[in-house]
């Protein structure tokens, strides 16, 4: 079974900065393409950023420049840096990991104030 866990939401004014972690645990390998999602209310949820393990990434046009994805093998931890934040940007986000199905985590709520 694989269990993730995600920390680093919270609050912050337009244009500060967040780190959000996703830390894994149980039957993974390093291998596991993971991801961010985001889902804002009344909005369809969007892929926001992946990492596979050699380090190809893939960016929404909306943060490219701005959010930066990167893992940890060795810690089996998928971070995402957020840079330059937009009020656009509020969503709870949820990484996931692909491990024969699709894993998610528990989603944390980011808030971007104007």
């Known amino acids: 079974q694989v269990q993730l866990v995600e920390s680093g939401g919270g609050l912050v004014q337009a244009g500060g900065s967040l780190r959000l972690s996703c830390a894994a645990s149980?039957?993974?390998?390093?291998?596991?393409?993971m991801g961010w999602y985001r889902q804002a209310p009344g909005k369809q949820r969007e892929l926001v950023a992946r990492?596979?393990?050699?380090?190809?990434?893939y960016y929404a046009d909306s943060v490219k420049g701005r959010f930066t994805i990167s893992r940890d093998n060795a810690r089996n931890t998928v971070y995402l840096q957020m840079n330059s934040l937009k009020p656009e940007d509020t969503a709870v986000y949820s990484c996931?990991?692909?491990?024969?199905?699709?894993?998610w985590g528990q989603g944390t709520q980011v808030t971007v104030s104007s």
């Open positions: 996931y990991l692909d491990y024969i199905k699709r894993y």
């Open positions: 149980g039957s993974i390998f390093s291998i596991n393409p």
């Open positions: 990492i596979h393990s050699i380090g190809n990434t």
